[in-house]
């Protein structure tokens, strides 16, 4: 009885340690996806700012007048970004890397670790295809006008080109579609809450 008694106290403790090591390891994981989600949101912000710009910048020149002379300026403030683009480039090693391993099944915050798969395997991903169809409308217009200005790249083969019928019709598409900003914002909200969750596990490391 003695031995067993023993036995049993000593796989107890060694089971307590190793729970510890194991929590350990999440806290420093989740302290450290908040940090990657925090440069994520910051990210998003900018991206959100720059798709704003251009969807000015893009409603201008699409509802340009071939037939009228170009302002100079306007013209060139708006035209100038045109090879510009921003996209949101997520911290994903860390979470990739905890996946991998086997050990998010550790985080024994349930809802908390359902709110991070669906982040990263769903939100993100998701996010990422309405980058797709602005990239490849963004794409066809360079092309366009590479195509038509040849070695003349003048204030007025510029002008050409985007006032052309197809250089309209590109310029309009480039217009961002409102999906791209809910998925947008719809991803940072998300982001929010993750941290939310993670200072309330551990309020001492609050911001």
Known sequence: CIIVFSVSISIGFHSMAEHRHEQAKVKSFLLGLKRDIQSDNEQIESVLAF??????????????????????????????????????????????????????????????????????????????????????NHRALLAYTEEKLGEDDSLTARYKAITSPKGKRLAERMVSYPQLYERHEGLRKAGKEIIADIDRLYPDQAI
Do not use: C
Not at 85 to 103: I, T
């Open 51 to 136: 798709h704003h710009a251009s969807d000015t910048r893009y409603a201008y020149l699409a509802s340009l007048d071939p037939s009228d002379a170009p302002d100079r300026d306007k013209f060139n403030a708006a035209y100038g970004p045109l090879n510009s683009n921003n996209f949101l480039v997520p911290w994903r090693a860390r979470y990739e890397g905890f996946k991998s391993s086997g050990k998010l099944i550790n985080v024994e915050a349930e809802a908390l670790l359902e709110k991070i798969v669906s982040h990263y395997e769903y939100a993100i991903p998701k996010a990422q295809m309405s980058w797709g169809g602005w990239s490849s």
